[in-house]
């Protein structure tokens, strides 16, 4: 059975919903836009009064083997006190990157109908030596970035 229209569009608001009760869980003070078309998704208040400003992606786990943590069509330019939350639900995995260190790591598409946008891609995807089942896992140049709560913005 494939992935309901309800449930695939319905996922990433989830997400964002799910992160954000993490947030506040770890007592963050979160504010949620009531328009998000600035691609701002929370509003974070630290304790010494500055407001950084997230966006959060997340990935189902119903995606294509070995798409588990692709990010595609990005539309993003340098912005100050600016983060992404990324999120894979089939690796369990979360990574926190700011806006600096989003576009150092990112490719920019340079052809075609997302020409400009970005992409970054957390994982790989390997074949276990003595099974030999796929396996997606966290390319290393990301491992840094994994992320299993929210300190980053305490």
Known sequence: ???SFRHSAGFGKRMEY???????M?????????????????VIK???????EVQIKARS??????????????THDFTENFYFVFYSERLEMMWILSSE?????????KTGKNTGKRS???NGNRRDKKT????EYCKKQFEKYIATGFSRFH
């Not at 630290?46 to 950084?52: A, L, N, P, W």
């Not at 786990?61 to 990005?74: K, M, N, P, R």
């Not at 260190?101 to 598409?109: A, D, G, S, Y």
């Open 101 to 109: 260190e989003f576009l150092k790591e990112c490719v920019t598409n």
């Open 61 to 74: 786990s119903e995606v294509t083997d070995g798409d588990a943590a692709l990010f595609s069509a990005i």
């Open 18 to 24: 799910n992160l954000v009760g993490k947030m506040l």
């Open 120 to 122: 970054i891609w957390f």
């Open 132 to 135: 030999g089942i796929k396996k």
């Open 26 to 42: 770890e007592g963050l003070d979160v504010y949620l836009p009531l328009v998000d078309d600035h691609g701002v998704d929370c």
């Open 46 to 52: 630290k304790e010494d009064g500055t407001f950084i």
């Open 1 to 3: 059975m494939g992935i």
